[in-house]
């Protein structure tokens, strides 16, 4: 396990009223209205910020917002977050419009020992995204110290994400401190038998991710439509379903990998199957090798959902990304959604340590309603997907390098 300064040695070291800037992922969905519609990245940023306050910190917030690709954007202002957040911690927090440069230089030195300004949306300076020393340095030049708490931004070397961290004393927050630790948990040194659904749509969307499982799990559920592709690689007719057809060498070359490093492959035993994906269908159950020239497999069956949650009970740790059908409508929902629940029920029992992540994976759970009971679902989108792909995210190695070289 790396080791990262913890922000507990920051308060120790720094004397009240320094200033530290805490990269965040202010990046929450907004609607129209201004209403905040998921607090979760929010609510995960509160206790670094809550030990930071206890601590007489004054704090600036970096984040991102969107995509204004280096220009300002009122519409992609940081404003509104920062209001969202002050209702939230129910306290003032002020608002910078500008994240380098005098207006946030006055914005952070006017707030009091333990107060909070977040500062405008970095990336309407190209410099964020080009990682450029001018503009890294302008943001180093506010503060005594640096707190990256955005693991969903890790993926990135931008200034804000990465050059920071070589400027000034880098921290590791307390979010991306617990991001770590339950991804350590999973690949890092996991209790086995450790177990991984790959689901979703494509199979070609998620090469490097199956590769590196297949190394590394000892088995490896293949479900969704990417399920087809390895079906269709098998002799299976898969009648009108999402199917790769490009993909059949790849998926042949996939499984034979993993069977030559002792991962077990299971796919579905049968399916649910339409004549189309659309709201008002009537699933029909089919065993694999029996679905009709004219129908599409939508779901898993009730058999592979057996096959599934009897490999769950044999596991101690599960790693989950992708829906095993198209789960938006129902009744395609039916196998995510019974795998999910028994992976929850095992996860409270105490026998199983069960981590979620990746977009579309996070709204199934919350479909099946069990985000709560798995062991730790992951925000972080295309990062948790890298880290489990087994790259080295950038704004976690920055925070290591500055640890060796001893900054
Ligand atoms: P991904 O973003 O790759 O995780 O894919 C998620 C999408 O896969 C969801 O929108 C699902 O509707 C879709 N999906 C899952 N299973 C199937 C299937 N059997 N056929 C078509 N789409 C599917």
Request: hydrophobic content about 45%; overall charge negative; aromatic content about 4%.
């Amino acid at each position: 396990m790396q080791d990262f300064r913890p922000i507990d040695l920051l308060n120790a070291t720094l004397g009240r009223g320094s200033i530290v800037l805490v990269r965040a992922d202010l990046n929450v969905p907004i609607d129209d209205a201004g209403n905040l519609r998921d607090a979760t990245r929010l609510t995960r940023l509160l206790p670094t910020l809550e030990a930071l306050k206890s601590a007489g910190m004054r704090v600036g917030i970096l984040s991102h917002f969107g995509r204004p690709k280096g220009v300002a954007d009122a519409s992609l202002s940081l404003a509104r977050v920062a209001t969202a957040l002050g209702q939230l911690m129910k306290e003032q927090i002020a608002f910078a419009e500008d994240c380098i440069g005098p207006l946030a230089a006055s914005a952070l030195a006017s707030l009091p020992e333990g107060g909070i300004c977040v500062l405008e949306n970095t990336r309407f300076h190209a410099g964020e995204e080009a990682d450029d020393a001018d503009f890294t340095a302008a943001l180093a030049d506010l503060a005594h110290a640096y707190v990256n708490d955005a693991f969903s931004a890790a993926h990135r070397a931008h200034a804000s994400t990465h050059g920071l961290a070589k400027l000034l004393p880098a921290y590791c927050g307390l979010a991306m401190q617990n991001e770590l630790d339950a991804l350590e948990s999973a690949l890092g040194n996991p209790a086995r038998p450790l177990v991984a659904v790959v689901g979703g749509a494509k199979i070609s969307t998620k090469l490097e991710l199956v590769g590196n499982l297949s190394h590394k799990v000892d088995t490896l559920i293949i479900g969704g439509g990417m399920a087809n592709t390895f079906l269709a690689a098998q002799g299976v007719e898969v009648g009108t379903s999402l199917c790769e057809t490009g993909m059949l060498d790849t998926s042949r070359a996939i499984t034979a990998e993993a069977e030559a490093n002792g991962c077990r492959i299971l796919l579905p035993i049968d399916g649910v199957v339409a004549s189309a994906f659309a709201e008002g269908q009537t699933g029909t159950q089919v065993d694999i090798t029996h679905v009709p020239d004219n129908q599409m497999i939508l779901d898993a069956g009730p058999k592979a959902v057996k096959d599934i949650c009897s490999a769950f009970g044999d596991a101690r740790t599960l790693i989950w990304n992708g829906p095993l059908g198209a789960f938006e409508i129902a009744p395609f929902d039916a196998a995510t959604s019974a795998a999910a629940r028994h992976a929850a029920e095992l996860t409270k029992a105490g026998r199983l340590k069960s981590i979620a992540g990746g977009g579309d994976t996070v709204a199934a759970l919350n479909h099946a309603g069990v985000v709560e009971d798995f062991s730790y679902v992951s925000t972080a989108g295309g990062a948790f997907l890298e880290w489990l792909e087994g790259k080295k995210l950038p704004g976690v190695e920055a925070l290591t390098e500055q640890e060796e070289t001893g900054k």
